[in-house]
């Protein structure tokens, strides 16, 4: 068996039932613009993780990484709250990333950019209890209005099982 590694064949892409694969190590493999925006990504992240350990605990995960250089760092909030207590650290992070990288950004800008979340599932009406369900009843028998009656009958059925 050779201990070379399977080389990829664009012309016979492997098959994956159901899942994505990563492109990532593909791509990084060749030369080119995509490999060098790649590994800008990949020290960015290794970068934010040493500088996530730089700040309290709470901090951690709440802040992303965006750029750092000697005239900027900009970091990337998932809040407004998480947003102004960076601000607040920002000469912390200004001396963390100093400590880290041996450059002090003149600056620290903070963005907020919420996390994309996926779309809340609705949930339908709860069931009412049984003195809710005979109140609505009540309110029913005392109707002159026919579709009122018949309203409140139907939602007073939602208390039943």
């Not at 492997?14 to 990084?28: E, I, N, T, V, Y």
């Not at 800008?40 to 993780?49: I, K, Q």
């Not at 965006?66 to 650290?89: F, H, I, K, N, Q």
């Not at 002090?104 to 369900?133: D, F, H, K, N, Y």
Request: proline fraction near 8%.
């Amino acid at each position: 068996m050779s201990s070379e590694p399977k080389r990829f064949n664009p012309g016979n892409p492997p098959r994956r039932a159901g899942k994505l694969h990563r492109l990532a190590p593909r791509l990084a493999e060749r030369p080119g613009p995509l490999h060098a925006v790649i590994d800008h990504a990949r020290t960015l992240d290794g970068l934010n993780r040493r500088l996530q350990r730089a700040l309290p605990a709470e901090m951690r995960g709440q802040w992303q990484l965006a750029r750092l250089d000697e005239a900027e760092m900009v970091v990337v909030a998932g809040s407004s709250a998480w947003a102004t207590r960076l601000r607040y650290l920002g000469r912390a992070l200004q001396d963390a990333a100093e400590r880290q990288v041996g450059l002090r950004p003149a600056r620290v800008t903070v963005r907020i950019a919420p996390a994309a979340t996926s779309p809340r599932r609705l949930q339908g009406p709860g069931a009412l209890s049984e003195r809710a369900s005979a109140s609505l009843r009540s309110a029913a028998a005392s109707s002159d209005d026919p579709r009122l009656r018949e309203a409140l009958e139907r939602l007073a059925g939602r208390g039943e099982d």
